[in-house]
Structures are given as C-alpha cells and as structure tokens.
C-alpha cells in the first residue's frame, strides 16, 4: 500500500512538473521508475511466498490496456501528453 502511494505522488509529480523536470535533482520519469521499481519488488516478494498468485485476468488487464490507449490519444490530441 505505501509503495502504491509513492507510485501515486511521483505520477501526480510527473504531470504536474513534466517528465523530463527535475524538481529534486532527479528527472521525474526516473523517480517513477524507481517508485514502479519498487512496487514490482512487493509483487515479486508476494508471489515468493505464494500470497500472490500467477492467475492474473489477461482479458482484465488487456481490456485495461485498450482503455489507457484511447484516453491517451485523447490527451495527446488535447496537448496534454508530453
């Protein structure tokens, strides 16, 4: 859950500085990565120990995928993507 917030305050970082700004003498899309980084070291801990399981719904997350897609060419067609 904590890894999740500070995957939520670099996004909310990214879009309000940019990505490529460097508000803390880091560039805001490394300081995602690292924050995603993170996050993906939890899942990979909780599949160890078989908390998490390997049956994710590839519909669920391709679906999701399209989703992001289409809001995204809205954005890049409003100026709002870099």
Request: glycine share 4%.
């Amino acid at each position: 859950m904590e890894e999740a917030a500070e995957i939520q305050q670099a996004a909310s970082k990214a879009l309000r500085f940019g990505l490529r700004d460097d508000y803390v003498g880091e560039i805001t899309v490394d300081h995602l990565t690292y924050e995603l980084d993170d996050f993906f070291g939890v899942i990979e801990l909780l599949k160890e120990y078989n908390i998490l399981t390997e049956n994710l719904n590839r519909d669920r997350i391709e679906n999701k995928k399209e989703k992001i897609k289409k809001f995204m060419k809205y954005a890049e067609k409003k100026g709002a993507l870099i």
